[in-house]
């Protein structure tokens, strides 16, 4: 069963998806069952144009990335979660719905901030390096979480290992 990670923003736009493309990307070519998904408590509807070429530059396929509500993973149905991660400080602070994670548990929660690279200044060309060095610093995030034994931690290394990361 996979292991699913939500990463949460305010507008879903940017910083969370760039989070759900490299997860993803990084899980399949580890060959590790993990699956990334994004959401955002109040989702713009689109998809940051810089977020979308920053992934398309490395490779990644952006078919189907849509801005979609944190609603959809606290519905019934939703995929079990694992971990849900926000990214931007105005995530963390609101109050989350609940999620569901695997029978009888809670996702484990954490905040890994990021300055928003929509707000980087020097015109398309700033937007730009600041899209891929977002993309590059979650990246390596992502692939230190996909180092992580998931399927076997428990709760309390989990959250540790977690918050080791984005101090890191």
Sequence with gaps: MSSNVLVLCTHNSARSVLAEGMLNHWAARLGRDVRGHSAGSAPSGRINTFALEALRNVGIDTTGCRSKSWDEFSAEGAPPLAVVITVCDS????????????????????????????????????????????????????????ALPLETMDRAALQAALAEIGRS
């Design 91 to 146: 995530a963390a602070a609101e109050a989350c719905p609940v999620f569901h994670g695997s029978p009888g548990q809670a996702p484990v929660k954490v905040h890994w901030g990021y300055p928003d690279p929509s707000n980087a200044e020097g015109g398309d060309e700033g937007k730009r390096r600041a899209f891929e060095l977002t993309r590059q610093a979650i990246g390596y995030r992502m692939l230190q979480l996909l």
